[in-house]
């Protein structure tokens, strides 16, 4: 099984902040590579596929880089709406695994 | 607009069983791949189990965790999604999203998630 590994599990950031979280796979992936919101209490969202391809309707401040094992989603000027946790998740391969999840909370 | 809502959750002891199911509107089921992913409380998202679409032969994959205790499936006339679940343990309660899969160059991401359904698995 491919594993995720998520850095930080939680961060304190303040409104207008530049927020980057990173998500490592155990091997490659390719860009075969997805990010989640989730709010409390809520359905995940889908925010990024491809690694880098902004889903529907999801705002510009929201970006993902990387291929292979490294991945990043940054956040530039965070906005009182983008407190939540957040996931990575692999679907090169079966079975598919997300990260742990990345914790986002007002500073 | 895109639409999936979960229905089928409860209580059940462990051993027992119980029927998810996924009502989808807004778009083609028949020619989507379908999950159901689930949250235990206060951890994590698990995948569980994926449903190809006809074209793919309606094959099926599972989680190591749930495989020969969960069968997934669908039923495409009447767009929903299903998931049986039998010999439930404690550790299969857990919130359960349906999720529609997209398409990128040969494999699937998730891009819409139902509201969930919570399954409780306790005596």
């Known amino acids: 099984d491919i594993q995720m590994t998520q850095s930080p599990s939680s961060l304190s950031a303040s409104v207008g902040d530049r927020v980057t979280i990173t998500c490592r796979a155990s091997q490659g992936i390719y860009d075969y590579l997805a990010w989640f919101q989730q709010k409390p209490g809520k359905a995940p969202k889908s925010l990024i596929h491809a690694a880098s391809s902004l889903d529907s309707g999801v705002p510009s401040r929201f970006s993902g880089s990387g291929y292979g094992t490294d991945f990043t989603l940054t956040i530039t000027s965070l906005q009182p709406e983008d407190f939540a946790t957040y996931y990575c998740q692999q679907y090169n391969s079966y079975p598919l695994t997300f990260g742990g999840g990345t914790k986002v909370e007002i500073k | 607009e895109v639409k999936l809502v979960e229905s089928g959750g409860g209580l059940v002891q462990p051993g027992g069983s119980l029927r998810l199911s996924c009502a989808a509107s807004g778009f083609t089921f028949s020619d989507r791949f379908m999950d159901w992913v689930r949250q235990a409380p206060g951890r994590g998202l698990e995948w569980v189990a994926r449903a190809r679409n006809k074209a793919n032969t309606y094959t099926t994959e599972y989680a190591a965790s749930v495989k020969g205790r969960f069968t997934i499936s669908r039923d495409d006339s009447k767009n929903s999604l299903y998931l049986q679940m039998n010999s439930l343990k404690t550790e299969d309660t857990a919130v359960y999203f349906c999720?529609?899969?997209?398409?990128?160059?040969?494999?699937?991401?998730?891009?819409?998630w139902g509201q969930g359904t919570l399954v409780t698995v306790s005596s």
């Open positions: 999720a529609r899969a997209a398409h990128h160059t040969g494999n699937y991401f998730f891009d819409y």
